[in-house]
């Protein structure tokens, strides 16, 4: 079984800044992508960043110049640094983890969310 844990959220006042990890852990032979995603009540849940097993990054328009994405491959950790925070990024927080197990092909794992609230 591979398991995917976030943590870090909570509620910041607007301008804040707030940083969420996400550890995965279990039977994994390797990890390749990482991916934030974020779903606020009422809305479609979507994709806020993303990064490979090189390092390469992506981001959500509306998060760029604010939120930086990384990884530590030695710790099978992504985290997620959030600044400027805005009321409108209130949301939960799911991070997916694209990684092999020891027999079986790429597959992508959710973890339960997290809460993060921004207060203005």
């Known amino acids: 079984q591979v398991q995917v844990a976030e943590s870090g959220g909570g509620l910041v006042q ?25 779903q606020a009540p009422g809305k479609q ?4 960043a ?6 390469s990054t992506s981001y959500a328009d509306s998060v760029k110049g604010r939120f930086t994405i990384s990884r530590d491959n030695a ?10 925070l805005k009321a409108e990024d209130t949301a939960v927080y799911y991070c997916m983890v694209w990684a092999w197990a020891p ?11 997290t809460q993060v609230t921004v207060s203005s």
């Open 14 to 38: 607007a301008g804040g800044s707030l940083t969420l990890s996400c550890t995965a852990s279990g039977s994994i032979s390797s990890i390749n992508f990482m991916r934030w995603y974020r």
């Open 45 to 48: 849940r979507e994709l806020v």
């Open 50 to 55: 993303g990064i490979s097993s090189g390092g």
């Open 75 to 84: 710790k099978n950790t992504v985290y997620l640094l959030m600044n400027s």
């Open 103 to 113: 027999v079986g092909p790429l597959t992508g794992y959710w973890g339960q969310g």
